[in-house]
């Protein structure tokens, strides 16, 4: 079993920043995807940004310049710094991981068995 324990959000201006982070314990895998997708009321989840164990990102195309994810493999821990935050970004932000490698599905949440418990970010105008 894994378990992902999130921190960070909380609420800043637009354009303003944050930094989520997610520590993993537990049955740690070798080779995993590990990613951060988000749910705003009343929409689906969606996937933010991923990373493989390997170290290969992938990000959505509306954070694409704006958020970055990174990793210390020391820490177990998995980052991702959000910057120019605008309103649409408001949602709960989750940490989510997974046994293989991220494939062009890395936005898909059902392929993402382990979660966390989510942290609420709220950018206002």
């Known amino acids: 079993q894994v378990q992902l324990v999130e921190s960070g959000g909380g609420s800043v201006q637009a354009g303003g920043s944050l930094r989520l982070s997610c520590v993993a314990r537990?049955?740690?895998?070798?080779?995993?995807?590990m990613g951060w997708l988000r749910q705003s009321p009343g929409q689906g989840r969606e996937g933010v940004a991923a990373?493989?164990?390997?170290?290969?990102?992938s990000y959505a195309d509306s954070v694409q310049g704006r958020f970055n994810i990174s990793q210390d493999n020391a820490k177990n821990t998995l980052y991702l710094q959000m910057n120019t935050l605008k309103p649409e970004d408001t949602a709960v932000y989750y940490c989510?991981?997974?046994?293989?490698?991220?494939?062009?599905?890395?936005?898909?949440?059902?392929?993402?068995?382990?979660w966390g418990q989510g942290t609420q970010v709220t950018v206002s105008s």
């Open positions: 537990g049955n740690l895998f070798s080779s995993y995807c």
């Open positions: 990373i493989d164990s390997d170290g290969p990102a």
């Open positions: 989510a991981a997974r046994a293989d490698y991220c494939g062009s599905d890395w936005s898909d949440g059902l392929r993402f068995p382990y």
